[in-house]
């Protein structure tokens, strides 16, 4: 007699749920048509995707199309092609959105905060003087003054011109 089943039903749901995370999102974002995931760029080995729970306006992620977690995992050309779009994607969110400033990060590791900690990803959030003074303060829902679809249109509009 399984006695688990009887008095942790929940457990069932628990293990569905943990089975479901396997799934990567990034590699799930680029299957799916650009707009659903809100891909604004796809280069040749990475591409440039809006975060859904952004920290702020123009919150986007840079990552490669394979697979992998840490920095050393990156061929040359990956981590050539990380640098060109960080980069383009700083000019493009400078003349979009007028930042005083910019946080850039990669979050290597649960400890370090990563959410998606077995595919690596580049954060780069605009910032303005007196939006927030700290990033791990965050974590709490903000009203954003732009929705994420008009961000997406925005920002595609603005690499495909720069691409
Ligand atoms: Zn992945």
Same mark, same amino acid.
């Given at each position: 007699?399984?006695?688990?089943?009887?008095?942790?039903?929940?457990?069932?749901?628990?293990?569905?749920?943990?089975?479901?995370?396997?799934?990567?999102?990034?590699?799930?974002?680029?299957?799916?048509?650009?707009?659903? @995931?809100?891909? =604004?760029?796809?280069? !040749?080995?990475?591409? =440039?995707?809006?975060?859904?729970? +952004?920290?702020?306006?123009?919150?986007?992620?840079?990552? +490669?199309?394979?697979?992998?977690?840490?920095?050393?995992?990156?061929?040359?050309?990956?981590?050539?092609?990380?640098? #060109?779009?960080?980069?383009? @994607?700083?000019?493009?969110? @400078?003349?979009?959105?007028?930042?005083?400033?910019?946080?850039?990060?990669?979050?290597?590791?649960?400890?370090?905060?990563?959410?998606?900690?077995?595919?690596?990803? =580049?954060?780069?959030? +605009?910032?303005?003087?007196?939006?927030?003074?700290?990033? +791990?303060?965050?974590?709490?829902?903000? =009203?954003?003054?732009?929705?994420? #679809? @008009?961000?997406? #249109?925005?920002?595609? !509009?603005?690499?495909?011109?720069?691409?």
């Amino acid at each position: 007699m399984k006695l688990n089943n009887i008095w942790t039903p929940w457990r069932l749901s628990y293990i569905k749920e943990a089975d479901k995370i396997k799934t990567c999102i990034f590699c799930e974002s680029f299957k799916k048509p650009d707009r659903d @995931s809100y891909i =604004v760029y796809k280069g !040749k080995t990475c591409f =440039v995707v809006l975060n859904i729970y +952004p920290y702020n306006n123009g919150h986007i992620m840079i990552a +490669p199309y394979r697979h992998v977690a840490s920095l050393e995992d990156l061929n040359e050309e990956e981590r050539t092609e990380i640098m #060109d779009l960080m980069v383009k @994607s700083i000019k493009i969110l @400078s003349s979009e959105y007028n930042p005083h400033g910019f946080n850039i990060g990669i979050n290597l590791g649960k400890a370090a905060g990563a959410g998606v900690e077995h595919h690596l990803h =580049v954060h780069i959030v +605009p910032r303005w003087v007196g939006d927030t003074n700290f990033m +791990p303060v965050l974590g709490e829902t903000k =009203v954003l003054p732009e929705l994420l #679809d @008009s961000t997406w #249109d925005r920002l595609r !509009k603005a690499f495909n011109r720069v691409a």
